[in-house]
C-alpha cells in the first residue's frame, strides 16, 4: 500500500510560484499514474494534472494549462506540481493521488491520497 505526504504549500502573492510535492513510501511507487487535485472552500475537489508511470505522458486541467506543470523523479520516490503565474481563484488544498487511470480524457482517481497541503493566492 502507498502512502503519500504531500509539502510545499504556502501563501504566495499573485504572479507567484510555487512548488508542491508528493513523496509516496513503497517499492511500486514507479508502477503508478499520478494526480494531483485541489478543493476549495465550499466546492468539489476537481482534478488538476496527471502524469504515467514514466513521466512520458501528461494531461492538465484547461485553466491550468501553460502555468501548471507536473512532473515525477521515481528513484525519489516523488511527484512534483510546479505552479507559476498563481492566482486568487488557485487558493486551495491540494491533494495527490496514486494509482488512478486515465482514459480518453479524465482521470479516474483510486482511494490513495495525501492529507492534503494549503495553498493560498492573495490579491
Known amino acids: 500500500q502507498v502512502q503519500l505526504v504531500e509539502s510545499g504549500g504556502g501563501l504566495v502573492q499573485a504572479g507567484g510560484s510555487l512548488r508542491l510535492s508528493c513523496a509516496a513510501s513503497?517499492?511500486?511507487?514507479?508502477?503508478?499514474?499520478m494526480g494531483w487535485f485541489r478543493q476549495a472552500p465550499g466546492k468539489e475537489r476537481e482534478f488538476v494534472a496527471y502524469i504515467n508511470w514514466s513521466g512520458g505522458s501528461t494531461a492538465y486541467k484547461d485553466s491550468v494549462k501553460g502555468r501548471f506543470t507536473i512532473s515525477r523523479d521515481n528513484a525519489k520516490n516523488t511527484v512534483y506540481l510546479q505552479m507559476n503565474s498563481l492566482k486568487p481563484e488557485d487558493t486551495a488544498v491540494y491533494f495527490c493521488?496514486?494509482?488512478?487511470?486515465?482514459?480518453?480524457?479524465?482521470?479516474?482517481?483510486?482511494?490513495?491520497w495525501g492529507q492534503g497541503t494549503q495553498v493560498t493566492v492573495s490579491s
Open positions: 493521488n496514486a494509482g488512478g487511470t486515465y482514459y480518453s480524457g479524465s482521470y479516474r482517481y483510486s482511494a490513495t
Open positions: 513503497g517499492r511500486t511507487f514507479s508502477n503508478y499514474a
